[in-house]
């Protein structure tokens, strides 16, 4: 199975709701002007105290969601949105951005620490 795997289809963007959630993803840092230095990351759990990997690094960088070897990037990491069966990247857990019932889904967070929720239509 690759990264994206056969998936339901979203009902926006008439895409897979992964590459939907992966458009979501990348529009904080395309619609609102971002400093270069501003880093967006990721926070889940219940009290979003658990980092899950930054939006806007390099594929690089091993704290980012786009370095596939690093935890964050993998789709086998513990931490990782792009784990099918974790706690974070699953359509059934209560913290994944997947489930469009979860209650407490994953944050967007820059270093001033604005926040922008991560949906699932």
Same mark, same amino acid.
């Given at each position: 199975?690759?990264?994206?795997?056969?998936?339901?289809?979203?009902?926006?963007?008439?895409?897979?709701?992964?590459?939907? %959630?992966?458009?979501?993803?990348?529009?904080?840092?395309?619609?609102?002007?971002? /400093?270069?230095?501003?880093?967006?990351? %990721?926070?889940?759990?219940? /009290?979003?105290?658990?980092?899950?990997?930054?939006?806007?690094?390099?594929?690089? /960088? $091993?704290?980012?969601?786009?370095? $596939?070897?690093?935890?964050?990037?993998?789709?086998?990491?513990?931490?990782? $949105?792009? /784990?099918?069966?974790?706690?974070?990247?699953?359509?059934?857990?209560?913290?994944?951005?997947?489930?469009?019932?979860?209650?407490?889904?994953?944050?967007?967070?820059?270093?001033?620490?604005? %926040?922008?929720?991560?949906?699932?239509?």
């Amino acid at each position: 199975m690759t990264l994206f795997g056969r998936d339901k289809m979203c009902a926006i963007c008439s895409l897979s709701v992964k590459y939907c %959630i992966l458009l979501i993803l990348s529009l904080p840092g395309l619609l609102f002007p971002v /400093n270069a230095q501003t880093e967006l990351s %990721i926070y889940g759990g219940k /009290n979003h105290d658990q980092f899950l990997g930054c939006i806007n690094c390099s594929d690089q /960088n $091993i704290k980012s969601i786009w370095c $596939i070897y690093g935890d964050f990037g993998s789709t086998h990491g513990p931490k990782s $949105i792009w /784990n099918e069966q974790g706690m974070f990247g699953s359509k059934r857990s209560q913290f994944s951005p997947y489930n469009p019932l979860a209650k407490y889904p994953p944050l967007i967070i820059d270093e001033k620490r604005k %926040i922008t929720r991560i949906f699932y239509y």
